[in-house]
Nanobody, 120 residues
Framework: VQLVESGGGLVQPGGSLRLSCAAS????????MGWYRQAPGKQRELVAT???????NYADSVKGRFTISRDNAKNTVYLQMNSLKPDDTAVYSC???????????????WGQGTQVTVST
């Protein structure tokens, strides 16, 4: 199973970006999917998660500005980021809890990360 992120880049404060993360490979079912970020010199932190049923959870720092969504038919999770701030600058990585075959134990997979830089 591979997760491939796209959509990162450089944006000015107050701007928007949309990240995508597509899962591919031997996939029977995907449970929770999520976005995490790690800024230089800081620990990785949760940004947002979404269950297969669509229940979402957000870090307090992004509530009201970021929206996580998923397309189960495409095995893809998205992160719409609005009103971006310099403090949002980080490498953003997606994760997915993937069951590869019926009856097997789900396993957490991670993408390689995409850089988001918020700066003038």
């Amino acid at each position: 199973v591979q997760l491939v992120e796209s959509g990162g880049g450089l944006v000015q404060p107050g701007g928007s970006l949309r990240l995508s993360c597509a899962a591919s490979g031997t996939i029977f079912s995907i449970y929770a999917m999520g976005w995490y970020r790690q800024a230089p010199g800081k620990q990785r932190e949760l940004v947002a998660t979404i269950t297969s049923a669509g229940t979402t959870n957000y870090a307090d720092s992004v509530k009201g500005r970021f929206t996580i969504s998923r397309d189960n038919a495409k095995n893809t999770v998205y992160l719409q980021m609005n009103s971006l701030k310099p403090d949002d600058t980080a490498v953003y990585s997606c994760s997915a809890d993937v069951q590869s075959a019926r009856g097997t134990i789900p396993y957490d997979y991670w993408g390689q990360g995409t850089q988001v830089t918020v700066s003038t």
